[in-house]
């Protein structure tokens, strides 16, 4: 049950983290979301927004930045 604790901690503080980064350079991530791959759709009384490409971006930066966290503790 420790380790839960831990882990649960750990993902919060990394929350806090990445909330303030949003809240600080918000402004500058603004193509973030309307790259060529992310599909939009509108019709007469619907929209529909598929953000491929950005999440393919977000995720591989994931993936490295939590690669580097998990070689950190080791």
Same mark, same amino acid.
């Given at each position: 049950? /420790?380790?839960?604790?831990?882990?649960?901690?750990? *993902?919060?503080?990394?929350?806090?983290?990445?909330?303030?980064?949003?809240?600080f350079?918000?402004? +500058?991530?603004?193509?973030?979301?309307?790259?060529?791959?992310?599909? +939009?759709? /509108?019709g007469?009384n619907?929209? *529909?927004?598929?953000?491929?490409?950005?999440?393919?971006i977000?995720?591989?930066?994931l993936s490295?930045?939590?690669?580097?966290?998990? +070689?950190?503790?080791?």
């Amino acid at each position: 049950m /420790e380790s839960l604790g831990k882990a649960i901690v750990g *993902v919060g503080v990394i929350l806090i983290i990445v909330g303030l980064v949003i809240w600080f350079l918000g402004g +500058r991530f603004g193509w973030f979301g309307s790259l060529p791959g992310d599909l +939009r759709i /509108e019709g007469g009384n619907f929209r *529909v927004y598929v953000p491929i490409a950005s999440m393919i971006i977000l995720s591989i930066v994931l993936s490295i930045v939590l690669s580097l966290i998990a +070689r950190f503790f080791r």
